[in-house]
């Protein structure tokens, strides 16, 4: 019996020997074969990362060589960071300085019922000029290429002083200042030329002619000149600008509290109706919004006094 159990229980103790040996062969090819998966695998995988580092700079802003740069130079390159030029037309330079234009330059921006650029028809009539004094009180003149504005366009003298071209039809054309008032019913457009201006287009027995006329900035100009009117002093005064290349649109005076503007008259005279504008600096501004600050004018009444400044061509 004990043979019996032996016989029996020797087969159960050998079988588990020879399964293992296979099963030991088994597990170790399955571990080779994931070893190499393995190793395999993990060549992919770094492979992969590697390339995801190529590609950032590619796909991620952040991780780009130029990316740094631009948002170092945008802030700088913003006209918010950058500080803008000052306008030229608050520019006040004093009568030792060249004036420069306003940005408003070619716009004439200032200009009334006569502006830069823009072509005027009419016609033109003749008057008999005498010393070349007119409306505009500028006194008398030797130049005599001279003329009266007609009422609507004189607009309360703010064509004194212009500078206007004029051709006729045949194309004769003259060069006139403008220094007189031609009073209604001379119609918009008419200009009164001098006889000496008029005979530079066609004989004075024509009568009318049809015109066409516009305003110019004249490259050759003297300094500007400031008359005080008679009975100005410190406490009153009537003040005039003289010999200006553009139309004067403004004046103002400097007072205790600051620059005030004077009412422009007919007869081309700013007035300061009461006594608190003589004597200080004063401010003209043209009709392309350029100003020139003029200091040290003494109070000389009825006398021209230069500045040594003028306007700037347009």
């Known amino acids: 019996m004990r043979t019996t159990k032996h016989s029996a229980a020797q087969p159960l103790r050998r079988h588990p020997r020879i399964i293992g040996i296979p099963l030991a062969l088994l597990a170790v090819g399955v571990v080779v074969c994931l070893s190499a998966m393995l190793l395999g695998g993990g060549a992919d995988t770094r492979r992969t990362a ?15 060589p130029t990316a740094a740069p631009d948002a170092t130079i945008t802030p700088a390159q913003s006209p918010i ?5 000052s306008p ?16 408003a330059g070619s716009t004439g921006s200032l200009a009334g019922r006569i502006r830069p650029a823009t072509r005027y028809r009419g016609v033109a009539t003749a008057y008999e000029a005498g010393d070349g004094n007119g409306a505009c009180l500028y006194g008398p003149s030797d130049d005599l290429m001279v ?13 004194c002083g212009a500078y206007v071209r004029v051709r006729a039809a045949n194309g004769a054309s003259v060069t006139v200042r403008i220094v007189n008032e ?10 009164d030329l001098s006889q000496q201006a008029f005979a530079r287009l066609a004989d004075l027995s024509v009568g009318r002619l049809p015109i066409t006329w516009k305003l110019l900035s004249p490259s050759k100009a003297g300094a500007i000149s400031i008359r005080y009117k008679t009975g100005s002093s410190p406490y009153w005064c009537g003040i005039q600008v003289i010999g200006h290349r553009n139309p004067v649109a403004a004046l103002d005076v400097r007072t205790a509290n600051g620059w005030r503007k004077l009412h422009r008259t007919d007869y081309n ?22 100003r020139l600050t003029i200091r040290g004018i003494a109070i000389e009444p009825d ?8 306007f700037t061509r347009h």
């Open 269 to 290: 005279y700013f007035l300061a109706p009461d006594g608190n504008g003589c004597s200080r600096a004063i401010r003209v501004t043209d009709i392309y919004g350029e």
């Open 147 to 159: 003329a009266a504005m007609n009422h609507t366009d004189y607009e309360t003298a703010k064509a």
């Open 182 to 191: 031609c009073p209604l019913p001379c119609a918009p457009g008419q200009i």
């Open 303 to 310: 006398v021209a006094q230069p500045t040594g400044v003028q």
């Open 88 to 103: 030229r037309g608050t520019r006040t330079p004093s009568a030792a300085s060249r004036p420069r234009a306003d940005s």
């Open 50 to 64: 590697d390339e995801s580092v190529t590609a950032a700079p590619a796909s991620d802003p952040a991780g780009s």
């Open 81 to 85: 960071a950058s500080p803008l030029p």
